[in-house]
């Protein structure tokens, strides 16, 4: 049983090498044409596994993390490059004794590790002395301690480097932040380091700090299953409704990106994200989320300009706020959060009595994914989000739906004052 939980655990872990992919791929990849003076284009082709150095270092490498159930994520942007520009080539072909990336010539190979993994670093160091391997470590200061008498001094592993031959592998060291982001510090060597170590100029990361936003995948094994119980709606109504959800979902990132506005996946949408990685095909609308605090007056004029129209608008920016547009036959409904000491809340109102209502949900920070071929947030911890919205049944689609009584979370919340209705209950 130990070995399953640690096997499911590293396939868990693995996926998220695709952070490091997403956000650095690009930027790396110029910066390194620009910078260097090695381009990726000079790396293409196969290698032999027998002549290359770096990849018989990587593997040795790898195996000795491995051992120690060390989780690594490639980073490297040359390696990462070259995958990049043949990820459409057909590789069906090549010969099983040569290798594009890895075996490529290079001096140095990167690789980033979370910090709260490197558990066993005093193992792994003798373990890769005895294996030939010199290294490194490099330490800083964590920032965060530096006002707090007595911490202030404590230092961090930040970088190390491993050398066998003509080839090194830097370690990164990312360590998690309060707020939902990935930190790595700044390469520094102290006075005594021994500078002829590697060529410190031709490593990619360590120039100064970096941050990178946490990136969640949908569940896409446990969307399969879901549409094994319940087949996915094939009709030509719910294409046509994904199509033009995807559209107005598209629509709508890009006038509130415009805006500076961050938004999330909510309700319904945030629903189909989790549960079957798509769009409920009879929701017959796409939901997002916004803080308050983000609120700007001129949304609904840049929502008009981008071609939507305004159905309704509830509450107050101080209370219950909610906005529906409308694009073609779809509707978009956005929802203002409201923070308090130990919980969220949205509003909602009824327009025949002016009944107010309020949706609480745990606190939550925000994490990105892609969905429908775009870049959006989800609430990071979002099975606490669905269920608080959906309840423990929240996997069994439910295609009859009253928001006043159907949610979990719903409760009562007064009523507007009748002198007031003309200002929070505005129906175009």
């Known amino acids: 049983m130990a070995r399953i939980s640690k096997t499911v655990i590293l396939s868990l872990l693995s996926v998220m090498s695709s952070i490091f992919l997403l956000f650095q791929l690009y930027y790396y990849k110029q910066y390194f044409s620009s910078k260097n003076g090695a381009d ?24 000795l993390v491995s051992a120690h159930n060390i989780p690594l994520y490639l980073i490297d942007p040359l390696v990462l490059g070259q995958m990049n520009e043949n990820i459409h080539q057909d590789t ?53 301690l530096a006002g707090m008498d007595g ?50 100029r031709k490593l990619h990361f360590g120039r100064y700090p970096g941050a990178y936003n946490k990136f969640v995948e949908c569940r896409y094994k446990e969307a399969k299953m879901f549409y094994q119980v319940y087949p996915e709606d094939t009709s030509q109504d719910a294409m046509d409704f994904k199509k033009k959800a995807k559209h107005l979902l598209h629509v709508a990132a890009k006038t509130l990106d415009k805006q500076k506005v961050p938004f999330w996946l909510s309700s319904g949408t945030c629903l189909g994200w989790f549960r079957q990685c ?25 929502f008009q300009r981008a071609g939507l129209t305004l159905k309704h608008k509830f509450g107050k920016e101080d209370d219950s706020l909610e906005l529906s547009f409308q694009l073609a036959d779809v509707k978009l409904d ?21 009944k107010k209502f309020k949706y609480m949900f745990p606190k939550f920070t925000l994490c990105w994914t892609e969905f429908l071929e775009l870049k959006v947030r989800v609430p990071c ?12 049944n929240w996997e069994i689609p439910v ?19 009748p002198g007031d209705w003309d200002e929070v209950i505005q129906i175009h």
């Open 40 to 63: 990726i284009s000079d790396f293409k082709g196969s290698y032999s596994l027998e002549d290359s150095v770096p990849w018989k270092v990587v593997k040795k490498f790898l195996g």
């Open 92 to 144: 069906s072909t090549a010969n099983g004794l040569n290798c594009q990336y890895l075996c490529a010539p290079r001096e140095i190979t990167t690789f980033a590790l979370l910090g709260k993994f490197w558990k066993n670093e005093v193992f792994l160091k003798r373990e890769a002395e005895e294996q030939g391997f010199q290294w490194m470590e490099l330490s800083g200061k964590d920032p965060r």
């Open 151 to 200: 911490l202030s001094g404590t230092e961090i592993p930040l970088h190390y480097i491993f050398k066998l031959q003509s080839h090194a592998i830097h370690l990164v060291v990312f360590y998690e932040r309060s707020g939902n982001y990935l930190w790595h510090g700044q390469l520094r060597l102290k006075q005594n380091a021994d500078k002829m170590f590697i060529h410190f």
């Open 278 to 302: 798509n769009i409920i095909p009879y929701s017959k609308d796409v939901d997002l989320g916004i803080m308050i605090k983000d609120y700007k007056p001129d949304i609904i004029a840049e």
């Open 334 to 354: 956005i929802f203002f959060f409201y923070e308090e000491d130990d919980y969220m809340w949205n509003g909602g109102t009824q327009v025949k009595t002016g």
């Open 381 to 392: 911890k979002t099975l606490a989000y669905v269920e608080a919205n959906y309840g423990k």
């Open 399 to 417: 295609t009859s739906w009253d928001w006043k009584s159907s949610p979990s979370n719903v409760q009562e919340n007064g009523i507007w004052p």
